[in-house]
């Protein structure tokens, strides 16, 4: 996999600008990355030094549409934890 590929989006909301004052910042990546894929994709896009990376993936829920069901996709999530002094800049014009 190709390191470009890896992060697809960060996530913004509440929580996620709460855990930038502390140094961690999430994104949302591709379903196939690991953690090192993940460490080598924020160093090499952002030019910070990465100390921690943890995963989650959360299922998609199950929706009721009449009789049938369907299933929401799976989202999986890293949340990767900077050396002191780092930062990355995900909103710009602020």
Do not use: C, W
């Given at each position: 996999?190709n390191?470009?590929?890896?992060?697809?989006?960060?996530?913004?909301t509440?929580?996620s600008?709460?855990?930038?004052?502390?140094?961690?910042y999430?994104f949302?990546?591709?379903?196939k990355?690991?953690?090192t894929l993940?460490k080598?994709?924020?160093e090499?896009h952002?030019?910070?030094?990465?100390?921690?990376v943890?995963i989650t993936?959360?299922?998609?829920?199950?929706?009721r549409?009449?009789?049938?069901?369907?299933?929401q996709?799976?989202?999986?999530?890293?949340v990767?934890?900077?050396r002191?002094g780092?930062r990355?800049?995900?909103?710009?014009?602020?």
């Amino acid at each position: 996999m190709n390191v470009s590929e890896v992060l697809l989006r960060p996530t913004i909301t509440e929580k996620s600008t709460l855990l930038q004052e502390e140094g961690q910042y999430t994104f949302q990546i591709a379903p196939k990355a690991n953690k090192t894929l993940v460490k080598q994709a924020v160093e090499q896009h952002f030019g910070v030094k990465v100390i921690g990376v943890n995963i989650t993936v959360n299922r998609g829920k199950r929706k009721r549409y009449g009789p049938r069901f369907k299933k929401q996709p799976d989202v999986k999530k890293a949340v990767v934890t900077l050396r002191a002094g780092d930062r990355i800049d995900l909103i710009e014009g602020l």
